[in-house]
């Protein structure tokens, strides 16, 4: 059975700050929207395979059920509820930055 894989309007606004960071620094819209749509697969994978993710280190991460994926330089953090068959996008961002302060930060 296929998971719904819902993401939150964080996630939403951290892929759409990605492609304008890309487009940025390469001046290249197709380059943007390609790397986004790799992202966006990896996120569609967790439909059928919803615990693929690694567990964080930190364990108020792991207590709050969070997974992440990562994606060349990238992260995609996300919590699975196995009881609705539903994951949650939470947030997406450059591995470099804190990604503990950058979840605290998350409303979901």
Do not use: W
């Not at 951290?14 to 290249?28: Q, R």
């Not at 967790?46 to 792991?62: C, E, K």
């Not at 953090?77 to 539903?86: H, I, L, P, R, W």
């Amino acid at each position: 059975m296929r998971c719904k894989v819902l993401m939150t309007e964080t996630a939403i606004a951290d892929l759409k700050k990605i492609a304008l960071d890309i487009l940025d620094v390469s001046k290249d819209a197709e380059t943007a929207l390609k790397f986004v749509a790799e992202l966006r697969a990896e996120v569609a994978r967790l439909a059928d395979f919803p615990q693929a993710g690694a567990i964080p280190d930190d364990r108020n991460l792991v207590c709050q059920g969070y997974r992440f994926l990562v994606h060349k330089e990238y992260l995609i953090f996300y919590t699975f509820e196995a009881g609705s068959d539903t994951v949650h996008v939470k947030a997406a961002f450059n591995a470099k930055r804190d990604y503990k302060r950058v979840l605290r930060s998350i409303k979901t």
